[in-house]
């Protein structure tokens, strides 16, 4: 499924074709680029890009890949929980630094959560760092956007799960009022 938020075309550039969003479900061809958006993206934990070959296949229903013209601009990466499919939960979040600030990780997670095959979705659940603000941001967002139901707790803590190697992730539960409706 394809979906594209057009960008105002100006009569001034209406010689050059209009530019748009494009949000796709990623495809193998899509791991190695996601890979590369990745390490441009602290402070996101670097995975294999094995594991990015397997987000953008075995994941692919749940995950979305935003790209302008044909760069690649963003991606979300989540799946449903095994034992718990009416939950989604985003595991990564990246927006290319030469697309930030323009609402395009909103724009990539309501196309996420506005597919059909996620209509049974109840909730929405992500880890994020004390100092990882811009989920912090994504993530109240939808929560307002909900009703402000989420709530906060520490998932895996720094020193008893990383052993002072990682920083403490806090688990963000929001419950979703209408996953149809979501969106700016």
């Known amino acids: 499924m394809i979906t594209s938020a057009p960008w105002v075309m100006y009569p001034e550039t209406s010689e050059k074709p209009s530019k748009e969003w494009t949000f796709l479900e990623p495809t193998g061809d899509d791991g ?7 390490a441009v993206c602290p402070p996101l934990d670097m995975n294999s890009s094995y594991c990015n070959f397997l987000q953008s296949t075995h994941f692919s229903r749940t995950c979305v890949i935003a790209r302008y013209d ?11 929980k095994p034992d718990d ?8 979040v990246a927006v290319s630094p030469n697309y930030r600030g ?23 659940e992500t880890t994020i ?7 912090w941001a994504l993530f109240k967002k ?3 956007q909900q009703g402000q139901q989420g709530e906060v707790s520490t998932f ?12 403490t992730e806090f688990l963000y539960r929001i419950p979703l009022k209408n ?3 979501i969106g700016n």
Do not use: C
């Open 32 to 38: 190695n680029d996601i890979f590369g958006l990745i």
């Open 70 to 80: 044909d760069d690649i601009a963003g991606f979300i990466s989540a799946y449903r």
């Open 85 to 92: 499919p009416e939950t989604l939960f985003v595991w990564q």
């Open 102 to 124: 323009k609402g395009l990780a909103f724009n990539m997670l309501s196309h996420l959560l506005n597919r059909d095959i996620l209509r049974s979705v109840v909730a929405v």
């Open 129 to 135: 760092t004390k100092q990882n603000s811009a989920s």
């Open 142 to 144: 939808l929560d307002s």
């Open 156 to 167: 895996l803590d720094e020193q008893i799960h990383f052993k002072g190697e990682h920083d």
């Open 179 to 181: 996953t149809q409706k």
